[in-house]
Protein backbone atom coordinates (compact mmCIF):
# COMPACT_ATOMS: atom_id res chain seq x y z
CA UNK A 1 0.00 0.00 0.00
CA UNK A 2 1.35 3.55 -1.09
CA UNK A 3 1.37 5.45 1.93
CA UNK A 4 2.78 8.67 3.36
CA UNK A 5 3.12 8.53 7.21
CA UNK A 6 3.78 11.95 8.98
CA UNK A 7 5.59 12.30 12.18
CA UNK A 8 3.71 13.33 15.23
CA UNK A 9 2.69 16.74 16.53
CA UNK A 10 4.51 19.10 18.00
CA UNK A 11 4.50 21.97 20.71
CA UNK A 12 7.40 24.40 20.59
CA UNK A 13 7.79 27.72 21.91
CA UNK A 14 8.94 30.89 19.74
CA UNK A 15 12.87 30.66 18.73
CA UNK A 16 12.51 26.99 18.66
CA UNK A 17 13.74 25.20 15.58
CA UNK A 18 11.64 22.18 14.64
CA UNK A 19 11.61 19.02 11.76
CA UNK A 20 8.60 17.19 10.81
CA UNK A 21 8.82 14.22 8.67
CA UNK A 22 7.26 12.44 6.21
CA UNK A 23 8.20 8.73 5.33
CA UNK A 24 7.25 7.34 2.08
CA UNK A 25 6.09 3.64 1.71
CA UNK A 26 5.28 1.28 -0.87
CA UNK A 27 6.07 3.07 -3.90
CA UNK A 28 9.89 4.19 -5.42
CA UNK A 29 10.98 6.79 -3.37
CA UNK A 30 13.27 8.89 -5.15
CA UNK A 31 10.72 9.14 -8.85
CA UNK A 32 7.80 10.94 -6.72
CA UNK A 33 7.65 14.85 -5.94
CA UNK A 34 6.74 15.10 -2.62
CA UNK A 35 4.99 18.53 -1.76
CA UNK A 36 4.11 20.61 1.77
CA UNK A 37 1.31 22.21 2.44
CA UNK A 38 -0.12 24.02 5.47
CA UNK A 39 -2.83 24.61 7.37
CA UNK A 40 -3.30 27.69 9.98
CA UNK A 41 -6.20 26.87 12.17
CA UNK A 42 -9.48 27.67 10.43
CA UNK A 43 -8.25 28.98 7.29
CA UNK A 44 -7.92 27.03 4.18
CA UNK A 45 -4.54 24.66 2.45
CA UNK A 46 -1.76 26.84 1.04
CA UNK A 47 1.09 25.63 -0.87
CA UNK A 48 4.81 25.74 0.33
CA UNK A 49 6.98 23.87 -1.70
CA UNK A 50 8.31 20.93 -3.08
CA UNK A 51 11.28 18.69 -3.60
CA UNK A 52 11.99 15.79 -6.18
CA UNK A 53 13.97 13.04 -3.52
CA UNK A 54 15.90 12.05 -6.76
CA UNK A 55 17.74 14.90 -6.89
CA UNK A 56 16.90 17.05 -4.11
CA UNK A 57 15.77 19.71 -6.29
CA UNK A 58 13.49 22.13 -4.67
CA UNK A 59 11.09 24.71 -5.61
CA UNK A 60 9.93 27.08 -2.94
CA UNK A 61 6.24 28.92 -3.01
CA UNK A 62 7.17 32.77 -2.90
CA UNK A 63 5.57 33.00 0.53
CA UNK A 64 7.43 30.66 1.95
CA UNK A 65 10.74 30.85 0.40
CA UNK A 66 13.37 31.97 3.12
CA UNK A 67 11.00 31.01 5.77
CA UNK A 68 11.04 26.91 5.93
CA UNK A 69 13.42 24.66 4.57
CA UNK A 70 12.53 21.35 2.46
CA UNK A 71 15.07 18.54 2.76
CA UNK A 72 14.79 14.86 2.01
CA UNK A 73 16.86 12.06 3.29
CA UNK A 74 16.56 9.14 0.94
CA UNK A 75 18.07 6.08 2.61
CA UNK A 76 15.23 6.33 5.11
CA UNK A 77 12.60 7.71 2.24
CA UNK A 78 11.75 10.45 4.22
CA UNK A 79 10.98 14.07 3.58
CA UNK A 80 11.40 16.78 5.70
CA UNK A 81 9.68 20.17 6.68
CA UNK A 82 12.16 22.34 9.20
CA UNK A 83 12.15 26.22 10.28
CA UNK A 84 15.21 27.55 12.30
CA UNK A 85 13.24 30.01 14.42
CA UNK A 86 9.79 29.53 15.41
CA UNK A 87 7.30 32.09 15.26
CA UNK A 88 3.47 32.00 17.11
CA UNK A 89 2.06 31.89 13.60
CA UNK A 90 3.56 29.06 12.49
CA UNK A 91 0.74 27.36 14.11
CA UNK A 92 -0.81 25.21 12.26
CA UNK A 93 -1.61 21.69 10.33
CA UNK A 94 1.37 20.45 7.75
CA UNK A 95 0.84 18.03 4.95
CA UNK A 96 2.89 16.05 3.36
CA UNK A 97 1.57 14.96 -0.37
CA UNK A 98 2.76 12.95 -3.42
CA UNK A 99 2.79 14.87 -6.75
CA UNK A 100 1.60 11.83 -9.48
CA UNK A 101 3.36 10.67 -12.17
CA UNK A 102 3.18 8.03 -14.97
CA UNK A 103 5.73 6.95 -16.82
CA UNK A 104 6.11 9.34 -19.41
CA UNK A 105 6.21 12.12 -16.71
CA UNK A 106 4.84 14.41 -13.70
CA UNK A 107 0.95 14.97 -14.02
CA UNK A 108 -0.26 18.08 -12.11
CA UNK A 109 -2.00 16.79 -8.91
CA UNK A 110 -1.61 14.90 -5.86
CA UNK A 111 -2.51 11.83 -5.78
CA UNK A 112 -1.59 10.30 -2.24
CA UNK A 113 -1.45 12.54 0.83
CA UNK A 114 -0.75 12.23 4.87
CA UNK A 115 -2.89 12.89 7.73
CA UNK A 116 -1.10 15.73 8.75
CA UNK A 117 1.65 16.83 11.88
CA UNK A 118 -0.05 20.06 13.90
CA UNK A 119 2.58 22.35 15.06
CA UNK A 120 1.38 24.59 17.92
CA UNK A 121 3.98 27.40 18.84
CA UNK A 122 3.39 29.11 22.13
CA UNK A 123 5.02 30.67 25.09
CA UNK B 1 -8.52 34.25 2.09
CA UNK B 2 -8.16 31.42 -0.08
CA UNK B 3 -6.10 31.57 -3.37
CA UNK B 4 -9.55 29.99 -4.73
CA UNK B 5 -13.35 30.18 -3.44
CA UNK B 6 -15.58 27.58 -2.50
CA UNK B 7 -18.75 28.02 -0.72
CA UNK B 8 -18.41 26.92 3.12
CA UNK B 9 -21.03 24.36 3.38
CA UNK B 10 -23.59 22.86 1.75
CA UNK B 11 -26.18 19.92 2.50
CA UNK B 12 -28.88 17.67 1.06
CA UNK B 13 -30.51 14.40 1.51
CA UNK B 14 -29.48 11.14 0.86
CA UNK B 15 -30.15 10.07 -3.21
CA UNK B 16 -29.83 14.36 -3.79
CA UNK B 17 -27.31 15.57 -5.96
CA UNK B 18 -25.05 18.38 -4.93
CA UNK B 19 -22.32 20.62 -7.14
CA UNK B 20 -19.39 22.50 -5.23
CA UNK B 21 -18.02 25.54 -7.02
CA UNK B 22 -14.42 26.52 -7.20
CA UNK B 23 -14.05 30.17 -8.49
CA UNK B 24 -10.02 30.99 -9.23
CA UNK B 25 -8.54 33.22 -12.03
CA UNK B 26 -7.39 33.56 -15.52
CA UNK B 27 -3.56 32.79 -13.73
CA UNK B 28 -5.10 29.15 -12.36
CA UNK B 29 -8.16 27.77 -12.97
CA UNK B 30 -9.16 29.39 -16.26
CA UNK B 31 -5.52 28.97 -17.56
CA UNK B 32 -4.76 25.15 -16.99
CA UNK B 33 -7.18 21.68 -16.96
CA UNK B 34 -5.18 20.79 -13.84
CA UNK B 35 -7.85 21.22 -11.28
CA UNK B 36 -8.43 18.39 -8.76
CA UNK B 37 -10.41 17.48 -5.85
CA UNK B 38 -9.99 15.96 -2.83
CA UNK B 39 -12.27 14.53 -0.05
CA UNK B 40 -11.40 14.95 3.58
CA UNK B 41 -12.67 12.90 6.24
CA UNK B 42 -11.53 13.61 10.04
CA UNK B 43 -8.23 12.17 11.10
CA UNK B 44 -7.89 10.35 7.80
CA UNK B 45 -5.77 11.06 4.75
CA UNK B 46 -7.10 13.34 2.10
CA UNK B 47 -8.70 11.21 -0.78
CA UNK B 48 -8.36 12.43 -4.11
CA UNK B 49 -11.85 11.76 -6.29
CA UNK B 50 -11.18 13.99 -9.63
CA UNK B 51 -8.04 14.84 -11.10
CA UNK B 52 -7.33 17.13 -14.16
CA UNK B 53 -10.88 18.79 -13.76
CA UNK B 54 -13.04 15.68 -14.56
CA UNK B 55 -11.04 12.50 -14.58
CA UNK B 56 -11.76 10.03 -12.03
CA UNK B 57 -8.97 7.97 -10.52
CA UNK B 58 -9.16 4.05 -10.11
CA UNK B 59 -11.56 3.40 -7.24
CA UNK B 60 -13.10 6.33 -6.93
CA UNK B 61 -17.50 6.06 -7.54
CA UNK B 62 -19.03 7.68 -11.05
CA UNK B 63 -21.01 9.57 -7.94
CA UNK B 64 -18.14 11.58 -8.62
CA UNK B 65 -17.58 14.12 -11.62
CA UNK B 66 -15.97 17.15 -12.40
CA UNK B 67 -16.15 20.37 -14.78
CA UNK B 68 -14.95 23.35 -15.83
CA UNK B 69 -15.96 26.78 -17.31
CA UNK B 70 -14.03 29.55 -17.36
CA UNK B 71 -12.31 30.59 -13.94
CA UNK B 72 -14.79 28.46 -12.24
CA UNK B 73 -14.85 24.77 -11.34
CA UNK B 74 -17.47 21.91 -10.35
CA UNK B 75 -17.79 18.90 -8.53
CA UNK B 76 -21.44 17.02 -8.55
CA UNK B 77 -21.76 14.12 -6.66
CA UNK B 78 -24.93 12.48 -7.44
CA UNK B 79 -27.44 9.95 -5.14
CA UNK B 80 -25.85 11.42 -2.03
CA UNK B 81 -24.93 8.96 0.62
CA UNK B 82 -24.20 9.36 4.57
CA UNK B 83 -20.89 8.23 3.49
CA UNK B 84 -20.26 11.64 1.52
CA UNK B 85 -20.26 14.00 4.68
CA UNK B 86 -17.04 15.07 4.89
CA UNK B 87 -14.84 18.20 3.39
CA UNK B 88 -14.42 18.68 -0.08
CA UNK B 89 -11.25 20.69 -1.34
CA UNK B 90 -10.44 21.79 -4.91
CA UNK B 91 -6.79 21.93 -6.20
CA UNK B 92 -4.89 24.20 -9.32
CA UNK B 93 -1.90 23.91 -10.35
CA UNK B 94 -1.03 27.62 -10.65
CA UNK B 95 2.17 27.54 -12.69
CA UNK B 96 6.28 27.84 -12.07
CA UNK B 97 5.61 24.62 -9.41
CA UNK B 98 2.99 25.70 -7.38
CA UNK B 99 -0.68 24.82 -6.81
CA UNK B 100 -3.62 26.74 -5.23
CA UNK B 101 -6.32 25.12 -2.69
CA UNK B 102 -9.95 26.64 -2.34
CA UNK B 103 -11.30 26.67 1.47
CA UNK B 104 -12.82 23.87 1.36
CA UNK B 105 -16.04 22.84 1.74
CA UNK B 106 -18.27 20.98 4.65
CA UNK B 107 -21.03 18.31 2.92
CA UNK B 108 -23.45 17.29 5.15
CA UNK B 109 -25.87 15.25 4.12
CA UNK B 110 -28.94 15.20 6.41
Known amino acids: EVQLVQSEAEVKKPGESLRISCKGS????????IGWVRQMPGKGLEWMGI????????RYSPSFQGQVTISVDTSINTAYLQWSSLKASDTALYYC????????????????WGIGTTVTVSS | QSALTQPASVSASPGQSITISCTGTSSDVGDYNYVSWYQQHPDKASELLIFDVNKRPSGVSNRFSGSKSGNTASLTISGLRTEDEAFYIC??????????FGGGTKLTVL
Open chain 2, 91 to 100: CSYAGSSTWV
Open chain 1, 97 to 112: ARRAKVPGGHLYYMDV
Open chain 1, 26 to 33: GYKFTSYW
Open chain 1, 51 to 58: IFPGDSDT
